[in-house]
């Protein structure tokens, strides 16, 4: 990945654009009204907090490659690509930056960096694909001096155990290139989040990736078999074995870590045969409910498809305004509504990969359970189309950024018995906050990952930005919604982790006792506190015994 | 459970036997030698150390029911299942027993105990099926003045989800119990263990078990969706969300941490369908080779049995030898043999539960694959008998035990690159210490639990023992074999769990940065050292940073 042509200011490649038409535009401001075009800083006007002056012991532990301190190389790390990042980015002001960038080549230049930053109060920040969208990657110093960003792109092996199935993958990879060398043996991760372009192993492991085919391949976590992480205070790895019960499973610490404890260097994760074949399909439902309840008929009879979603309403609705291929499902959508004799109407897409002969079989199950459940069929088209976009949502956001519009997601999970209040709870928070002052807005939600017991739910909402109060806006929206999440008993985070953003709400998701557990953990394995501070859990006073 | 019709000394119900054949205990004289029978002394001959008193607070928040301290009780939790108890308690030498045993109603109550036990230095052992075979329920006192065994029986509660397919279910239900309450309302955990009649919902959640049919159902670690458990410092619930990326996983934390870390009362589970049928049959394989190698297949494919274990050739032969069906199987060996005009051959048992349509579906794809593998189908009666008897295993050690042998298993498992290096090394560690001074023994392996990266191996190990030096005699045996498992790489626990014989290698295992993570957690969680002393890991000198 030559970082050259990745944009500064927003997702992935320099020049890589996703035009609006003028059709999805006014579509768009009949929607939610105008909005007022946001112009961006060029790189060189953007302003952050002068670099400080990093020990000697980083530089010589550098070498020949020397770490990075050029301005540009500055801003590429100083921010995620979250919202606020991105409001950040593209107005020139960035609150934090990374004092310098090194690059390691290996564990054992980054035992040598941890060691150097420990003793000299250096505060570290692990850095991979920079996709987190919930401050994951925000440098921040804590009470050390200086921030060093560790940039893992050098770590990049690639050993592959065909008998075991199972892949020893560098942090530093970015999924395509990992998956490249994968298919170069006919092989696949099967893991392909929105970030895949640019996100990389180490991220995924950090943050309990899920991709968009997670039903079929397992979420990230699932497929890691082992792991190794560097610590300051020692390199923990775990055993390659398919199951252990030795004790508390310790993979499952490092995996959702964040970079608070260390850095993950590799992890070994379970490959499958390259699919001989993919069938992408679409369907309308009657309605939210109806679908939600198909997909759990699918889980729990243990007949999913590879990939399932399930827009609601506003969601189709608005997918088919702004995308490309609105003509086709629409006419669709509009013989169902005819045939319906109703508004509304739900988007699911499922799809299918694998060996010809068993995709088929498994197709033919699924595809019953769902006439069964009213699905009406809309053919491949749709599924092709979704595959086609399925990297697009970012650079979608990027495009609507432009033209003056606040755009961000969230996602949150539950048993399918909370589910309904879970959904509508959301939805109806995230409303309320972007009408404020009478505003129009977009709300829209899909069910992205399904679960015999339960599922997720991935929000997307839109509105015109507020010009200069951006981020108050963001966050009044932002804090409505993790309070209808808590309320409902919802986890705060499905597959985003939780970085800055959602740090407040860990004591609702893991209780005071869980606190203690992490914190007790953070302070072993990171005694001077320099691992990417000011994430996941706050630093705070111990509980004593009762 | 009235615990008045349980074995003392030894397995499950009093009074129920599993009779050798004369045929089958010549078999066994003929393949290790005699024994010498060994005599169990009555219960109220049992010796074991004084009661000492405990604090009044205790016996304050037991109430009514009281603190139980009666000698048949003591004796009753003084041991879990494992070869040296048994040999302790037949002998009628227990080197440690609780000084009493508290039935706490419900979580508030072990909350009052804990806090009781902290302050005034009585460490907590809790119990619910009391079926280690590891250690993991010896009442050792560590560093505190008297042991409080904490039976769960009274934690009984059963709450269905039904929309979820989740139930909610007190840690002291056993495995029966939990089951038929499911059944009533059409649905099953699917968790059955060797233990299943006796073990408990606590107990599987505290040590990673896993069931004979985990293949298809999931191991427990993998049905629990949340849980609670009281820790010294508070209560650490999970939230009931089908998945979460909020950080490290707390669930895995509290899973498998063997009751150091605080006492589990409940967990939330996934449930399914109680299976419409039921097909289970067996076959034979040239050898362990091919038949791993067709498991691989059958795992990588995705097409795995719901049950599917793999004998090798000693394994075959000792089980023909010993069970009742030996004359069918048998048979169907000899015509085997002679067809393939040469010596050896490994059982096949596979099973498949569910749906009929939906069985029978899965059964044609996975025989095919066992049948391009070589397997020789024999038909529903060895898959009969295997189900008959799959419980019977430790019913079968006691009566071994009467008759003077030594009878012990240990599990580990491996990704399959490694595999074959793991089983010869374990097998001929084996047989090399149980024929130290030149004595015949039955190495016995199979594979329990199939993954796509790699299998578990289940040893067992009958050998004369030697009167008076039996426990001598098992450590040399048990020592070699987990130097051949850390030799090979393999984990040192499959599904038995650590508790005092295996903390010897969880350095081995987990490394010592593992181990500081883990004593992090415990010194936090557990400030005052009481839950479970001397299991999992040793106390001992922090790292410090690097």
Known sequence: MNEAVTKWWGWGEEGRRLELSDRAVSMLREMVGPAEPSPRVELDEVAMPEARDLPDSLRAIAGEVGLLVAHDQRVRRAAGRGYVDLVNLRSGRLPQAPDAIALPADAAEIVAYLGACGRDGVAVVPFGGGTSVVGGVTPIAGPHHAVLSL????????????ESMTATLGAGLRGPEAEAALRA????????PQSYE????????????AGQA??????FDELVTSLQMITPVGELSTLATPHTAAGPALRDLALGSEGTLGVITQVTARVRPAPQARHYEGFFVADFQAGVAAFRELAQAGTLPDVLRLSDEEETRTSMALSGTGGTTRAALDVYLRIRRRAGGCLVIAGW???????ER???????????????????RPGRAWLHARYEGPYLRDELMDRGYLVETLETSHEYSRLTELYAGVRDALRKSLSSGGASSIVNCHVSHVYPDGASLYFTFIAPARPGREIEQWRSAKTAACAAIVAAGGTITHHHGVGVDHMPYMRDEVGETGIEALRALKERLDPAGIMNPGKLISSGARLSAA
Request: zero cysteines; glycine letters at 14%.
């Open 151 to 162: 940039d893992l792109r050098r770590l990049r092996t690639v050993d592959v155990d065909r």
């Open 185 to 192: 043996q006919g092989l696949t991760l099967g893991h392909f």
């Open 198 to 209: 640019q996100a990389t192993i180490g991220g995924y492991a950090a943050t309990r990736s």
């Open 214 to 219: 997670s039903s079929g391949y397992g979420r």
């Open 353 to 359: 990969e694998g060996e010809r002969e068993s995709l």
């Open 362 to 380: 498994r197709r033919a199950v699924s595809t019953s359970t769902l006439r069964s459940a009213g699905a009406i069929a809309l053919g491949q």
